[in-house]
């Protein structure tokens, strides 16, 4: 399944960050399985905390919103304090909101506890991929970015299975896996920093931080961006919608367990995110727009065959084909959505378009229950 890409990746690469790619993965993965990992436990979470079924959908929709409004303050909070304050940052919310989680007696405590715990997960989703970034070979960047995939990928399994072992509430803090690699990713951070973050920000450099950046207006002004960002956004609005309603059509049709139904659901949209790159071998060659036309057609496709389909097979290829063209989109229309700009403006476009992406994350879930009232 694809996953939000961090938007606070370091300029500065003063060294080599070695053998850490599997150490940030594991700060990473979580997040993302945080992502998927209620899907298939709502209906438990529903009936404790004595709600509507659908009504416990806020529980994936309130992750989306806390990544959308974490990745950019946690980004912020790095280019102050470096990665080590963003680790930091981002652990002490993922522990709070996981608490919060954890003990809430009602839905909007349980809510809140999940977007505290996804802004801290983004935090530590920026902090991986400032790191990795000093990575010359780019290894690292590549290790985070394919570990973060598969954390979203295998969080409905991963969900499904903690929740049948310690009950439905365990599924709500998958995040917390994240700490395992704390101290590892704090020891990367402080050899990553390098000298040239102190003399950027630090007294002695002559020079003070801009406290204010300019409004992104020649950013959103641009119609290259524009349509990539909206594409991204629909892409991934569908792909976050079917994440809530395939799994859920597959218990339906097949009477299978959550851990079934989440292993069959993890396999399928790994699937159609490994596939993707062949989507991005090809762009090459089928041109611009015939790449939307078929990011469109997918999309579509995928909706008509998750949505209607009477077989639990064709169900998991249409989450499949999502997946596809999601993971596909996010790396073809990141390129579109910077081509016409200075390349000053590239760092703040990639936000802006990554953003696009996790309002999607955030908006899926809850227009899948709005239109299926599961």
Known sequence: MPTPLATGVAEARPERVRGGGPRLTLLAAPAAMGVSGPTLTLTEAAHGLDVPAGAAAWLMTAYGIGMVVGTPLLSAAGGRRGPA?????????????????????????????????????????????QIAGRDRSGRASGLVAIGSAVGGTTGLFAGAAVAGALGWRAALVLPLLSLLALAPALRLAGRAAGPETGARLGPGSGRRPSRTAPLPLDVLRDPGFRTAAGLMLALSTVNFALLYGAPRRVAALTGWSGVETGAAASVATLVGAVLSWQLVRAAPALGARRVRLLLVGGSLTAIALAAFAPWAAVVLVGSAASSLV???????????ATERLPEARHGTAIGLFNLAFLIG??????????????
């Open 85 to 129: 304050g963003t680790v930091r940052a981002g652990a002490a919310l993922v522990v709070l909101g996981a608490a919060l989680a954890l003990a809430a007696p009602n839905l909007p405590l349980a809510v809140a506890g999940r977007a505290l715990e996804a802004a801290g997960a983004a935090g530590l989703n920026v902090a991986a991929f």
């Open 326 to 336: 999601t993971a596909g989109g996010q790396g073809l229309l990141t390129g579109a």
């Open 361 to 374: 994350v955030a908006v899926g879930p809850a227009l899948a229950e709005a239109l299926t009232g599961a």
